[in-house]
């Protein structure tokens, strides 16, 4: 069976957090997920630090300046494979745990084709383009383990289920309460005549408790552009953005009871597989102006991305007692939430400087308002989504991201480096660690006639915090991952 429902805010796992109207704060955590990104493309684009909004001339730019294509007088196809090794470390009540994993992925796919404009007076060429450009990679792996008396997600789901009779339990919530009272995670209080629950684990209960992530998906865009160049001084562009989610999440909640002797429960395990889906456009218009030969100037504008996100979850619970008994129950239904997510609009200036045939140096200031973001319910199915947007407006706030790029060039061959900070999306009031980005590249190139190959390496940094479920009495888990991606790119104009 398959429910759209309302969940409730104390039982929020992971990703599952952002899918109903909760004053959670993980609700923002989810939705920052996909509404944040960082820079993908070419080896040059990255190798550059993602700063080219002024001088264009790259696949790459469609995303951010689709000015930067008129910059193009061939035609040109290029490709861009990239492997990614990845590493992060956990703290959580004191112990650390560290992982790594890899991937291959395709960083960049362009096609751009440059006409020439005869008898049009100052206008010189047209171009149009396609590329395909990766936003953020949501590949990561996270071990979080630690022992605490803060408190079990078996006394969160046993508050949540008072007042409610037993016999709608399934109804009411099959994803947690009804697996855990029909595994004895919970039972009725015989102190009382209401229907009140207790959980197996006592209040203050010292427990080992692990969380094993799995994240598996990406946010890519496939950019459809348009660019025209006048007199070689003014490049205007315009762009359609066709935005894709790919997120998949499985993860094994570990609960084991230390205090042997005040409960029969040995531990429990509950596993919840979570599936999202999206979609969505943005339109992008953009300007380059060289003001000289030396000095350009670049702005762009891009509008909020409307994406329409599809949700699935399971959960299943597991309990294991001292008799040696143990009980599995899964949820009573496939949970299934559609519903729509708007990501704020994105502001862009960047000034260039090009040193004749020996050097670019660029320099981009992109605005974001994160607190814009917005969920929108899906009509057949409404949800009331007007908590979880206020805790938006409330946790995430704006930024100014900066990207810089330098570029030398001698006899074909083309050395880069580039430095990118993304600050923290989170009002300080509202998390524990910083969760600002910082990102450093650099790469080669080569170019003889029409064919050229370049490599970068970009490696990216940044922090989290990390909650099982939600709760005011437990630390945040201290995350930190670390992706250094090698990308390739083979070009060739015509």
Same mark, same amino acid.
């Given at each position: ?11 929020? +796992? ?10 959670? =704060? ?7 997920? @996909? ?9 040059? @684009? ?6 080219? /909004? ?6 790459? !730019? ?39 994993? @890899? ?5 960049? +796919? ?40 803060? /408190? ?27 697996? =855990?009272?029909?595994? &004895? ?12 629950? $207790?959980?197996? $684990?006592?209040? /203050? ?63 429990? !395990? ?21 003001? !000289? ?78 607190? /814009? ?14 908590? =979880? ?12 991201? $900066?990207?810089?790029?330098?570029? $030398? ?9 580039? &430095? ?35 490599? =970068?390496?970009?490696?990216?940094? &940044? ?30 104009? @015509?």
């Amino acid at each position: 069976m398959r429910l759209n429902r309302k969940m409730k805010s104390l039982v929020f +796992f992971g990703a599952l957090l952002m899918l109903g109207p909760s004053a959670s =704060a993980q609700n923002e955590t989810d939705v920052a997920r @996909f509404i944040s990104t960082d820079f993908g493309g070419t080896a040059r @684009f990255n190798g550059m630090g993602g700063a080219m /909004g002024a001088l264009g001339g790259d696949a790459s !730019t469609l995303m951010y300046n689709p000015a930067g294509m008129g910059v193009y007088r061939s035609s040109e196809f290029s490709i861009s494979p990239t492997f990614v090794p990845m590493s992060s470390s956990t703290s959580f009540y004191g112990s650390d745990t560290r992982q790594g994993d @890899f991937n291959v992925n395709l960083n960049n +796919f362009g096609y751009i084709r440059a006409t020439e404009l005869k008898d049009k007076g100052q206008w010189k060429m047209v171009q149009f383009g396609l590329s395909y450009i990766p936003l953020k990679n949501l590949n990561t792996n996270h071990t979080i383990q630690g022992r605490h008396r803060d /408190g079990s997600l078996s006394q969160e789901i046993a508050s949540d289920a008072m007042g409610l009779d037993p016999n709608n339990f399934e109804s009411n919530d099959p994803f947690f309460i009804f697996p =855990a009272y029909q595994t &004895y995670l919970i039972d009725p209080d015989t102190n009382t005549t209401a229907f009140d629950y $207790i959980s197996a $684990i006592p209040v /203050g209960t010292l427990i080992e408790q692990k969380t094993v992530l799995n994240r598996r998906g990406r946010i890519g865009e496939t950019v459809f552009a348009a660019s025209c160049n006048y007199n070689d001084k003014l490049y205007l562009g315009a762009a359609l953005g066709y935005n894709k989610v790919v997120y998949d999440e499985f993860m094994d909640y570990q609960e084991l009871v230390v205090d042997t002797g005040v409960t029969d429960l040995k531990g429990f !395990t509950m596993v919840q597989d979570v599936e999202v889906r999206g979609s969505g456009i943005d339109l992008k218009v953009g300007a380059i102006y060289k003001v !000289t030969d030396m000095l350009r100037l670049g702005a762009s504008y891009t509008s909020p991305t409307w994406n329409y996100m599809t949700t699935s979850w399971n959960t299943s619970i597991t309990t294991g007692f001292n008799d040696g008994s143990s009980y599995t129950q899964s949820a009573a239904a496939i949970g299934a939430n559609d519903y729509y997510m708007t990501a704020p609009s994105r502001l862009m200036g960047s000034i260039a400087l090009v040193l004749g045939k020996h050097a670019l140096l660029d320099i981009d200031y992109e605005f974001v308002d994160y607190s /814009g973001a917005k969920l929108r319910s899906f009509e057949p199915n409404p949800i009331d989504f007007s908590a =979880a947007n206020s805790e938006i407006q409330n946790s995430l706030v704006s930024v100014g991201n $900066i990207r810089t790029g330098l570029e $030398i060039r001698h006899q074909g061959w083309s050395l880069r480096g580039g &430095y990118a900070v993304y600050p923290d999306p989170y009002r300080p009031e509202s998390k524990t660690n910083d969760a600002s980005k910082n990102i450093i590249s650099a790469g080669l190139g080569f170019k003889k006639e029409q064919v050229s190959i370049d490599m =970068a390496i970009k490696n990216t940094s &940044y922090g989290s915090d990390y909650f099982a479920y939600a709760s005011d009495g437990m630390q945040a888990a201290q995350v930190d991952e670390r992706q250094t991606a090698i990308i390739m790119t083979f070009g060739l104009r @015509f």
